[in-house]
């Protein structure tokens, strides 16, 4: 038997692996279970899943063409003749019924040759403008994707890391920041206030809330609930005078600072991180759940809602998009929730446990309580 140096002993599952992975490669197989009544439907769903993987790039420009030319705003009363849309964007008319046909194949619109509709798909999205702010803000991803070798490596000038870090930004660039976040922030405080009640304390301080968006959404669902913001100055500035335009100066208070070292206020009795750990490496992570933990008495709540890694349902989500995604933003990582577990025990917490969401690909949300 032949030993390859530094390889692994081979488990049976490795075995049986390694079988289903031959079979599979085999273009014999292949036709086999494309032609077998009990194995084509799992066969045209997996050679399906596969063109996908290859395709998804057309798929999300196609997206992209779509939303640059507010489609599904300008289809959502009535259908417009593909003629009239290639005319209003200044393109040939083949051009602009080929673009037609491939978003109702995605079923983004619906088409009958000569008029274009809004499908199922381009409706939802309308129900969700974060999805159309993030499609427009992709150009900067696919750049650094471009050649995703080259990025892994470190070899290219990634456009992500130059846009997300507002630290010591100016007021233009920390607001760009903050209206691209304040986009997707109803539909992800949706799924957490469905998850978690509020009512039940006193006072909340958000850590790294940027303009004020989920604390706006929060409001009306906790009416009692005093309200506090922390984020870097030019950003907090931004917040306060969003929550004082929602109405709520009288209940709000609003600070800045770095909330990996500097004193956070003391009186809250729930600490809330919406998609802020994430965005940060271990160390960072770190020191912000420490300082977190500093500021609340003893069983006191903090509350952490992110997508996460290894969520069933949301797998691509995680490692697949948010892996590449923060990698290129060149700091943080998606991460599993028995990771924040132990994250949040080393910080001193207890009681770690997670809460259901509707759509977990959107966010998962945990909680834990100040030991």
Known sequence: MTVVAGALPLSLRDRWQAIRNRLLASPRFQHWAAAFPLTRPIARREATALFDLCAGFVYAQTLSACVSLDLFERLAKRPVAIATIAAEADMPGEAALRLIRAAAALRLLETDGTTARLGPLGAALRGNPGIAAMVRHHALLYRDLADPVALLRGESDASLAAFWPYDAASEDRAGTYSALMAASQPMIAAEILAAYDFRRHRRLLDLGGGDGSFLAALAPAAPLLDLTLFDVP???????????????????????????????PRDADIITLIRVLHDHDDDQAMAILRNARAALERGATLLIAEPMAGTKGALSMGDAYFGLYLFAMGSGRPRRPAELFAMLSAAGFTAARRHATNQPMLASVITARAA
Do not use: I, Q, Y
């Open 234 to 264: 030019t950003v907090a500035e931004l917040a306060r005078r969003k929550l004082a335009a929602a109405g709520l100066a009288g209940r709000s208070r609003v600070c800045g600072g770095d909330m990996r070292r500097d004193p956070l």
